[in-house]
């Protein structure tokens, strides 16, 4: 679907006036939160137009798997035009045309942009800053020859032999030498403009690496330029996001479009819808997430959330052909952790196919990509993340597994099966180690998936690009030739699975080997899988029963201390419980300390019983907190300024990733559950899922100290009740406390409130 260009512009400056500053609040150091962190949205609404329309790639990074991806998942009816270089570090020859190593580079450039398969495909013109520039463009004080700079330009169009769309003076002229000044780009723009080459084309300017530094050179060449343009990469003086918004509005207001030919982020994109960008051009690859944007933002936007301060913004499009998604992200090199809370006002949904539910927590932290996540009525995909899952072929009723017979390419012995090479194949079903799996999903909608016997992840073998190409175990590095993405088949409860890297097809293999490849798309049972969980329990690792002392009623002996002179143990939910008078703040009052370890895994799952009084300071008091000091820790409280917060951090308040809920109910037992299984957080009230969400960082992170950490000191400090800040202590008792080395399912958390 292609934007009436417009329409779109009419409808973004009668929206400009609305935009609203969304902030958030630091007291006491613990974020607070705030409305700016939740993103409403109707699943069934009309949304509104906040589309950019004219999206490219680029060969300036010369990668045939960046434009091979990008066309893949972008979809080339989408892909308007691809950016080149023009090069600066050899000189023209005595013909005045480009020398040998320039001709050499364009042309593999061209072989990339041939790859669009539209001969028409518009071309755009930037020149290859990291190559450098030979002194013969420059003069005694080193600023470009405004007349050698434009004879270049015009002698690489005319080796290609194609008009150009749009053409870059300078990139990054804040950043690289071999430039000059606003004023000399202002002389060469003249020329550009005069130009019969470029008579037709747009002329950008003046793409700064920060968009801190792009007014200044805007507005000297604002006269000549049909278009402003800047990325958003360093941000030398903070206010990444104040800067490149305002940057924008200050192009708009002179007239001009404001276009990024340097995509580099999905902040940059969201940004961009909201406050009226025409385009942009993807630097890299467009991989999975990147795609979905694309297409997704060209439908409606149902809802949109922003910090500014975290360089962090959030949004919900409902895409063209109907399907919902909801994307989060900040800058590449700048964005804290941030946790935006999606909520659905009309109706139950699933989110990652976790549901029914109204609130889901997406994840924010810098990096190129961002994170999606998918929003269905109805559960449409499983909930794959943080599960040990069978994966059974269609065709046979096969599984998957590791054939731990096979002799892999790397030399004996091999026959544990735990070596990398080892092939992967279906089988009879046995229920082996060797036959399940662990998924988990990044943010950005890949799945690795790993053997549950040998601890290795499924691989596209030697990274092939080719039809047959094998599928064998690795050792887990992250690769995207270890990464996955799943998309629904047409019959229900099937899925196909594609390599992130190939993109190709699993697939069982044609012939009667059992041997899994990869293939292209076939309308055949071969290539599609369904997912049998077949989670295995863990451990109980300590369970606080507290009838009338702090200890541990497992075998594992991880007794708690209690500290205060108030505390009691009157009756509660069965039995005794703890009564946590909560009399003072920080450490003046009544609190329980674990022992070292006690929460030291992966996954995790916490459940209490609690009846909170509130007492006279209810902001801030702990039900626990677990971690060693201020940096690193992870806490639930009732209330953080209005809703009840599970938070876990590595990098102090400002790096939290974290689950919001209503205010925990005063005065009556409640049974409270939080569960971190993969990359998947829930937080349940009562037995009632409350609020899922992303949440990347493990328990086992807080305590991984790195040797030249600040605090050389550090020593585990688990605590019920009591803060890792000088904030009060629970007031209110605590009853059946239990913590497990693994995510409960729904049911096993119901049982617990329930009983």
Same mark, same amino acid.
């Given at each position: 679907?292609?934007?009436?260009? =417009?329409?779109?512009?009419?409808?973004?400056?009668?929206?400009?006036?609305?935009?609203?500053?969304?902030?958030?609040?630091?007291?006491?150091?613990?974020?607070?939160?705030?409305?700016?962190?939740?993103?409403?949205?109707?699943?069934?609404?009309?949304?509104?137009?906040?589309?950019?329309?004219?999206?490219?790639?680029?060969?300036?990074?010369?990668?045939?798997?960046?434009?091979?991806?990008?066309?893949?998942?972008?979809?080339?009816?989408?892909?308007?035009?691809?950016?080149?270089?023009?090069?600066?570090?050899?000189?023209?020859?005595?013909?005045?045309?480009?020398?040998?190593?320039?001709?050499?580079?364009?042309?593999?450039?061209?072989?990339?942009?041939?790859?669009?398969?539209?001969?028409?495909?518009?071309?755009?013109?930037?020149?290859?800053?990291?190559?450098?520039?030979?002194?013969?463009?420059?003069?005694?004080?080193?600023?470009?020859?405004?007349?050698?700079?434009?004879?270049?330009?015009?002698?690489?169009?005319?080796?290609?032999?194609?008009?150009?769309?749009?053409?870059?003076?300078?990139?990054?002229?804040?950043?690289?030498?071999?430039?000059?000044?606003?004023?000399?780009?202002?002389?060469?723009?003249?020329?550009?403009?005069?130009?019969?080459?470029?008579?037709?084309?747009?002329?950008?300017?003046?793409?700064?690496?920060?968009?801190?530094?792009?007014?200044?050179?805007?507005?000297?060449?604002?006269?000549?330029?049909?278009?402003?343009?800047?990325?958003?990469?360093?941000?030398?003086?903070?206010?990444?996001?104040?800067?490149?918004?305002?940057?924008?509005?200050?192009?708009?207001?002179?007239?001009?479009?404001?276009?990024?030919?340097?995509?580099?982020?999905?902040?940059?994109?969201?940004?961009?819808?909201?406050?009226?960008?025409?385009?942009?051009?993807?630097?890299?690859?467009?991989?999975?997430?990147?795609? =979905?944007?694309?297409?997704?933002?060209?439908? =409606?936007?149902?809802?949109?959330?922003?910090?500014?301060?975290?360089?962090?913004?959030?949004?919900?499009?409902?895409?063209?052909?109907?399907?919902?998604?909801?994307?989060?992200?900040?800058?590449?090199?700048?964005?804290?952790?941030?946790?935006?809370?999606?909520?659905?006002?009309?109706?139950?949904?699933?989110?990652?196919?976790?549901?029914?539910?109204?609130?889901?927590?997406?994840?924010?932290?810098?990096?190129?990509?961002?994170?999606?996540?998918?929003?269905?009525?109805?559960?449409?995909?499983?909930?794959?993340?943080?599960?040990?899952?069978?994966?059974?072929?269609?065709?046979?009723?096969?599984?998957?597994?590791?054939?731990?017979?096979?002799?892999?390419?790397?030399?004996?012995?091999?026959?544990?099966?735990?070596?990398?090479?080892?092939?992967?194949?279906?089988?009879?079903?046995?229920?082996?180690?060797?036959?399940?799996?662990?998924?988990?999903?990044?943010?950005?909608?890949?799945?690795?998936?790993?053997?549950?016997?040998?601890?290795?992840?499924?691989?596209?073998?030697?990274?092939? #690009?080719?039809?047959?190409?094998?599928?064998?175990?690795?050792?887990?590095?992250?690769?995207?030739?270890?990464?996955?993405?799943?998309?629904?088949?047409?019959?229900?409860?099937?899925?196909?699975?594609?390599?992130?890297?190939?993109?190709?097809?699993?697939?069982?293999?044609?012939?009667?080997?059992?041997?899994?490849?990869?293939?292209?798309?076939?309308?055949?049972?071969?290539?599609?899988?369904?997912?049998?969980?077949?989670?295995?329990?863990?451990?109980?690792?300590?369970?606080?029963?507290?009838?009338?002392?702090?200890?541990?009623?497992?075998?594992?002996?991880?007794?708690?201390?209690?500290?205060?002179?108030?505390?009691?143990?009157?009756?509660?939910?069965?039995?005794?419980?703890?009564?946590?008078?909560?009399?003072?703040?920080?450490?003046?009052?009544?609190?329980?300390? #674990?022992?070292?370890?006690?929460?030291?895994?992966?996954?995790?799952?916490?459940?209490?019983?609690?009846?909170?009084?509130?007492?006279?300071?209810?902001?801030?008091?702990?039900?626990?907190?677990?971690?060693?000091?201020?940096?690193?820790?992870?806490?639930?409280?009732?209330?953080?300024?209005?809703?009840?917060?599970?938070?876990?951090?590595?990098?102090?308040?400002?790096?939290?990733?974290?689950?919001?809920?209503?205010?925990?109910?005063?005065?009556?037992?409640?049974?409270?559950?939080?569960?971190?299984?993969?990359?998947?957080?829930?937080?349940?009230?009562?037995?009632?899922?409350?609020?899922?969400?992303?949440?990347?960082?493990?328990?086992?992170?807080?305590?991984?100290?790195?040797?030249?950490?600040?605090?050389?000191?550090?020593?585990?400090?688990?605590?019920?009740?009591?803060?890792?800040?000088?904030?009060?202590?629970?007031?209110?008792?605590?009853?059946?406390?239990?913590?497990?080395?693994?995510?409960?399912?729904?049911?096993?958390?119901?049982?617990?409130?329930?009983?």
């Amino acid at each position: 679907m292609k934007i009436n260009r =417009k329409l779109f512009l009419k409808d973004i400056s009668s929206s400009l006036s609305g935009s609203v500053l969304l902030a958030a609040l630091a007291t006491g150091g613990i974020a607070t939160a705030e409305a700016a962190d939740d993103v409403h949205f109707s699943f069934n609404g009309e949304g509104e137009t906040k589309a950019m329309y004219d999206w490219g790639i680029d060969t300036a990074w010369p990668s045939y798997d960046n434009i091979r991806q990008a066309i893949y998942h972008m979809g080339a009816d989408q892909v308007d035009i691809v950016r080149l270089n023009y090069f600066l570090d050899e000189p023209l020859d005595e013909n005045g045309e480009i020398g040998p190593n320039s001709r050499a580079q364009i042309d593999w450039q061209l072989t990339l942009v041939s790859l669009v398969g539209r001969e028409d495909i518009p071309l755009a013109l930037t020149p290859a800053s990291e190559s450098g520039t030979d002194p013969s463009y420059l003069d005694e004080n080193g600023e470009a020859i405004p007349e050698k700079w434009l004879a270049t330009m015009e002698a690489t169009q005319r080796y290609i032999g194609r008009p150009i769309k749009a053409v870059e003076v300078f990139n990054e002229p804040d950043f690289w030498a071999g430039y000059g000044s606003p004023e000399r780009l202002r002389e060469i723009m003249l020329l550009v403009k005069e130009s019969e080459t470029f008579r037709d084309s747009e002329i950008q300017g003046a793409s700064t690496l920060c968009s801190c530094a792009a007014k200044d050179w805007f507005d000297a060449i604002s006269d000549v330029v049909t278009q402003g343009t800047t990325h958003q990469l360093a941000s030398w003086w903070g206010q990444a996001s104040e800067n490149y918004i305002g940057f924008m509005q200050h192009v708009q207001k002179q007239g001009k479009e404001f276009y990024n030919p340097e995509l580099h982020s999905m902040a940059e994109v969201l940004y961009g819808a909201e406050y009226g960008a025409v385009g942009g051009i993807w630097w890299a690859d467009a991989l999975l997430t990147r795609g =979905k944007l694309v297409n997704a933002v060209q439908g =409606k936007r149902l809802g949109y959330g922003e910090l500014r301060w975290k360089d962090a913004t959030a949004a919900v499009y409902r895409a063209p052909d109907g399907e919902v998604y909801g994307f989060a992200g900040s800058f590449e090199r700048t964005g804290n952790n941030q946790s935006f809370r999606l909520i659905s006002d009309d109706q139950d949904l699933y989110f990652n196919g976790i549901g029914p539910l109204r609130n889901f927590m997406m994840s924010t932290f810098e990096g190129p990509n961002g994170g999606y996540v998918d929003i269905d009525a109805e559960p449409v995909m499983p909930a794959l993340d943080g599960h040990r899952w069978k994966i059974v072929n269609k065709a046979g009723n096969r599984v998957l597994e590791v054939d731990v017979n096979s002799a892999p390419d790397a030399p004996a012995p091999w026959s544990d099966g735990v070596e990398d090479g080892k092939n992967v194949r279906t089988a009879k079903d046995v229920d082996g180690l060797n036959q399940k799996w662990d998924i988990i999903r990044d943010r950005s909608g890949y799945f690795s998936i790993v053997n549950a016997s040998t601890g290795k992840a499924v691989d596209d073998y030697g990274w092939s #690009l080719e039809e047959g190409g094998n599928i064998a175990q690795w050792a887990v590095t992250g690769n995207l030739n270890q990464q996955w993405w799943i998309e629904p088949a047409e019959d229900a409860g099937f899925f196909y699975i594609h390599n992130g890297h190939s993109n190709l097809y699993m697939e069982d293999a044609k012939n009667d080997t059992k041997n899994v490849e990869q293939g292209e798309y076939a309308d055949t049972d071969r290539q599609q899988w369904h997912f049998v969980m077949a989670d295995e329990p863990g451990l109980l690792m300590a369970h606080y029963q507290f009838d009338g002392d702090p200890f541990d009623s497992t075998d594992n002996v991880n007794d708690g201390t209690v500290y205060g002179a108030t505390y009691s143990y009157p009756g509660g939910v069965e039995g005794q419980a703890i009564d946590l008078a909560g009399t003072g703040w920080g450490h003046e009052s009544d609190y329980v300390v #674990l022992p070292d370890d006690v929460a030291n895994s992966e996954d995790i799952t916490i459940a209490t019983w609690v009846y909170w009084r509130a007492g006279w300071w209810p902001v801030w008091q702990r039900i626990f907190d677990f971690g060693i000091d201020t940096d690193r820790y992870m806490y639930l409280t009732p209330t953080d300024g209005g809703l009840m917060k599970f938070s876990i951090t590595t990098r102090s308040w400002w790096d939290e990733q974290a689950m919001y809920t209503e205010q925990l109910p005063q005065n009556e037992w409640v049974h409270v559950a939080v569960t971190l299984g993969g990359n998947t957080g829930k937080l349940y009230v009562n037995g009632e899922l409350k609020v899922a969400g992303v949440i990347t960082k493990n328990p086992s992170d807080l305590y991984n100290v790195p040797e030249d950490y600040w605090n050389p000191d550090w020593e585990q400090k688990n605590y019920i009740g009591r803060s890792q800040w000088w904030d009060p202590n629970f007031n209110g008792m605590i009853d059946d406390f239990r913590i497990y080395d693994y995510a409960l399912s729904a049911e096993e958390i119901s049982e617990l409130a329930s009983d």
